[in-house]
Nanobody, 125 residues
Framework: QVQLVESGGGLVQAGGSLRLSCAASGRTFSSGFMGWFRQVPGKEREFVAAIRWSGATIYYADFVKGRFTISRDIAKNSAYLQMNSLKPEDTAVYYC??????????????????WGQGTQVTVSS
């Protein structure tokens, strides 16, 4: 079993930065992925970024390319999402997710078995 705990959310002005952290406890998987998704009320959860635990493969949603950076620290069993140049439309609850295996392009939430509780990110204009 894998437990995921996010931290680092908060309120920031447009143009500002936040760094989200996701600490994984329990079993982790060298062939798996860590991902970040986000959701606003009334909308479906959407993919933000994902990274293979090995670091060899990274995916980004088009709307965050050049602004967000995903990374992981194997020694700390943690993944991170550095968010720069934040926009009001980035306001959402951000979720960390873990997948034991890879199923092609890991941008769908259906591939991830484990989820954190979410952390709120609010960007004011």
């Amino acid at each position: 079993q894998v437990q995921l705990v996010e931290s680092g959310g908060g309120l920031v002005q447009a143009g500002g930065s936040l760094r989200l952290s996701c600490a994984a406890s329990g079993r982790t998987f060298s062939s798996g992925f860590m991902g970040w998704f986000r959701q606003v009320p009334g909308k479906e959860r959407e993919f933000v970024a994902a990274i293979r635990w090995s670091g060899a493969t990274i995916y980004y949603a088009d709307f965050v390319k050049g602004r967000f950076t995903i990374s992981r620290d194997i020694a700390k069993n943690s993944a991170y999402l550095q968010m720069n140049s934040l926009k009001p439309e980035d306001t959402a609850v951000y979720y960390c997710a873990a997948a034991r295996n890879s199923f092609g392009v890991m941008t769908s939430d259906q591939y991830y078995e484990y989820w954190g509780q979410g952390t709120q990110v609010t960007v004011s204009s």
